[in-house]
């Protein structure tokens, strides 16, 4: 069983190109289903699989974490199946759990300005997170995306962006003039000091040249959160939601959205739909004869 679930880890990083975070995601679920089944995980039945999740209920597991464990066990059978190491696909019964779709948090234009004004633009440091806080809003990059911007990537005559996203997929994203402000701003009065001579490929980078690390950005907005007076669940991800949020309010479409946001699928961009629908309520509220 370790000789197929390392195989289809090779697959998944190699041929698919997944992310390394996704990948180890998938190893942790089969070696927790493998130490789970035991011996009969390699020609496991809908028995098997079945009696592995509820297994998963009982560890009082979130119902989200248990459909990634599902769709974990499909894409493995599925490798399987495909490279003749299995007959049949015990995952095709097999329900995933109900989700309720939370919807996500975003700023307020005053909270997003306020964050803003949080680095210290008199140090190079400070010039450079502002520079990417800027960005971040500007192109609703995910953390991992913003990292590795190159600076031969940001093209600032232009406006735009070339971003390596998941599955190692390309896109060009917009940038706005704020941003690439700020940006100019950085590179030549922060950037400097920051590497004191030092070469680097990154357009974001630490004081030795290196790429930030999404953990090392994360700790950064957290504390400018706080230094704004923003406490509550600060991510990276919060900055994307509302740069996703503020465009539809703007009156953006969701198809636009879904190319700049990277999303393969319309649907994982649906969720913003909320936005969509209170600004309807609005327009019939202000146009309607009769609302």
Request: proline share 4%; net charge positive; glycine share 8%.
């Amino acid at each position: 069983m370790s000789a197929h679930i390392a195989a289809f880890l090779d697959f998944c990083r190699i041929e698919k190109g997944l992310a390394r975070t996704t990948v180890e995601s998938y190893r942790l679920d089969l070696e927790r289903f493998a130490g789970s089944a035991g011996p009969a995980a390699k020609h496991a039945d809908a028995t098997v699989l079945r009696r592995h999740v509820d297994s998963l209920y009982k560890a009082g597991m979130a119902s989200r974490s248990i459909a990634r464990h599902i769709t974990t066990l499909r894409n493995f059978y599925q490798f399987l199946l495909e490279t003749g190491a299995a007959d049949s696909d015990p995952t095709a019964l097999l329900a995933a759990p109900k989700q309720w779709h939370n919807l996500p948090k975003y700023l307020t234009q005053k909270q997003l300005s306020d964050l803003m004004s949080a680095p210290d633009a008199t140090r190079p440091q400070g010039l450079r997170d502002r520079a990417m806080l800027e960005f971040l809003y500007a192109t609703g990059l995910r953390v991992s995306e913003l990292c590795r911007v190159r600076v031969s990537d940001l093209d600032r005559n232009m406006g735009f962006v070339r971003v390596v996203g998941k599955g190692n997929k390309h896109r060009i994203v917009p940038v706005g003039k704020v941003a690439l402000a700020a940006i100019e701003h950085y590179l030549v009065s922060g950037r400097p000091g920051l590497l004191k001579g030092r070469a680097s490929p990154y357009l974001f980078a630490t004081n030795r040249g290196g790429a930030m690390t999404r953990q090392a950005f994360w700790k950064l907005l957290a504390a400018y959160g706080r230094k704004a007076g923003i406490f509550h669940d600060l991510t990276p991800h919060v900055i994307r939601h509302t740069f996703a949020t503020h465009l539809l309010e703007g009156g953006a479409d969701l198809r636009s959205l879904q190319t700049m946001l990277g999303h393969a699928d319309i649907s994982t961009t649906q969720i913003y739909t909320h936005v969509m629908r209170s600004r309807l309520r609005k327009t019939v509220d202000q146009h309607h004869p009769r609302a």
